[in-house]
């Protein structure tokens, strides 16, 4: 395909060895991020709604606000009046790139297969996001994920997933209720000891009981899970949900009736949910939706980093004053609004400055702190060739307790709608893993500054997915012993690693904590001040945390209840979006 392997880069150093860099392995976003425009405001000097935090749920707020049905809310018709009929709205990014925990690249040689640094899949049990997706005709496709041909490799003993039904496989001591099942069965089982009918629970039924659920005479709200799931199957038991689960922060110690409720609707319910793909990559869908947020007459301004808002009187009229930085110079601007939307993430806004009005509430920052963040990391490796069909995998996952914990075959370049079938490159997604172990892969990073925090003196870092050799190295070592001496594995020819634990994001996704009650605290987020037109989106304080689902649904009902925007048309007003 004339472009180098790893190995040729790593000639081309001769001397520095395991340790290289590779650092022209980086492929492209997805699509071209928005082009920054000047800020302007109204003629009054206030803008009528500034968006903070051009993520998914920033991007569908500011669409929102001037798409189709934004005429049909009183409270814009009054702003729109304003101003002759034109609504200001300005969405303020502090970054250089449009999406947020949304992050796609795609890999040279690979015009059809995006690596999803970030979110990478939505369910079908996502109704808002399923339909957005259609109305704004973004391509679509299946997600596989566990294939019965596809390993585990668990305590040095390889099978096949299909094996868990096999007690004399499963190298575990399991209690006799969960022996012959898979991980997610058993979690499932556990889950329905305390809610018979859990598996066909929507998120809905789950609301109602969070308040009243109990076990033994505790609120499950006030129980941690890994204390639960001990107490119900003991430590072994305990030990083959966290591996073989693949997923950590899963089974830690968080909310209980919000990790059953998580469980279950993304991961074991009955039937399973479908989980589905972009085509063209997941940062797509925050592209688009500010795509036509500019076509409406909205402007989005780049590289605008918010470092404190205040209350300000402007001609009698309460307004908000946004401290910004512009970067790369570090010029400072004052921008002020009659409405702030903060679509932020937990750590974006702690790192606020301290005497922000926000910060004088007690219950906010109660409120604030009442979701714990949880690491997670990706690391993608491009191949020449799909090495995995030569053992019999295809697509879907491996999981291990190695470092690696998730393995998925992304696919081939020549096997996607509309690309050249001799084309075999291939992209698999080497490592999907969270908590301590996305330490491991840190410590093999060569950026001395990636816990750092943000300063308000320099520009917020580029996202930069380059994998460093020496990280490279350890994950072929991995893959190896996951796959076993029959896997002939290449050098990869391009890799890229993403942590999101770096600021300003502070994490990947967030879990509630142990007394929390949710049900009050994500009302109270969306409008945190009452005598305020501040608001506040995203998927920390979600139904749904951690998916795009969680962040378009708080999104949503903060337009409905604070802006009185009309259900759009293209979501049933049946639809439940959350408490």
Known sequence: ?????????????????????????????????????????????????????????????????????????????????????????????????????????????????HAELGGMRYLSNHPVVADLVEYLRLPTGPFPVDEPQNIAYLRQHRFTLAQFADPQVVPYQLPPAIQGMTPDDALLSVIERFFPNAASMDHQAWDKVKPTATADGRHLYNIGFWNLLLDAIGQEGYTFLHDGFGYGSVVDNVNSIEAMEASVADFVGSPPPQYLLLR???????????????????????????????????DGEQVLSLALTVWPEGRRLTVRARHVILAMPQRSIELLDPDTFLFASNQFLSDLGSVIPRPASKLFLGYDRPWWQDIGLNAGRSVTDLPLRQVYYWGVEGDQPGADPANRNALMLASYNDLNDVEFWNELLRRPDR?????????????????????????????????????????????????????????????????AKSWEIMPRMRHPV??????????????????????LTQAELMLEQQFGLPRPAWLSPDVYLGP
């Open 451 to 515: 816990l750092a925090p943000v300063a308000v003196t320099r520009p917020p870092r580029p996202m930069d997915a380059a994998a460093p050799g020496t990280l490279v190295d350890e994950a072929q070592r991995q893959l190896r012993e996951l796959h076993g001496p029959d896997a002939r594995i290449p050098e990869p020819t391009s890799a890229y690693f993403q942590d999101w634990v770096q600021d300003p994001y502070g994490a990947a996704y967030h879990f509630w904590q142990v007394g």
């Open 1 to 113: 395909m004339g472009k180098p392997t790893r190995r040729d880069l790593l000639k081309a150093s001769a001397g520095l060895g395991a340790a290289t860099v590779i650092d022209t392995a980086l492929g492209t976003p997805a699509r071209a991020s928005a082009r920054s425009q000047p800020p302007a405001s109204g003629g009054d000097g206030v803008v009528d709604v500034a968006v903070i935090g051009a993520g998914v749920s920033g991007a569908y707020a500011a669409w929102r606000l001037l798409g189709p049905d934004a005429g049909r809310s009183r409270t814009i018709r009054q702003l729109r009046r304003r101003r002759g009929g034109r609504l200001a709205v300005r969405l303020f990014e502090s970054s250089e790139r449009v999406g947020g925990r949304l992050f796609s690249v795609t890999p040279p040689g690979m015009p059809h297969l």
């Open 530 to 551: 009452s005598d305020a037109n501040l608001y506040i989106c995203g998927s920390a304080w979600s139904t749904g945390q951690g998916w795009v689902y969680g962040a």
């Open 280 to 314: 063209n990559g997941y940062q797509t869908m925050p592209e688009e939706l500010v795509r036509r947020f500019t076509a409406e007459g909205g402007s989005v301004h780049l590289h605008h980093q918010v470092r404190r808002i205040d209350r300000e009187t402007v």
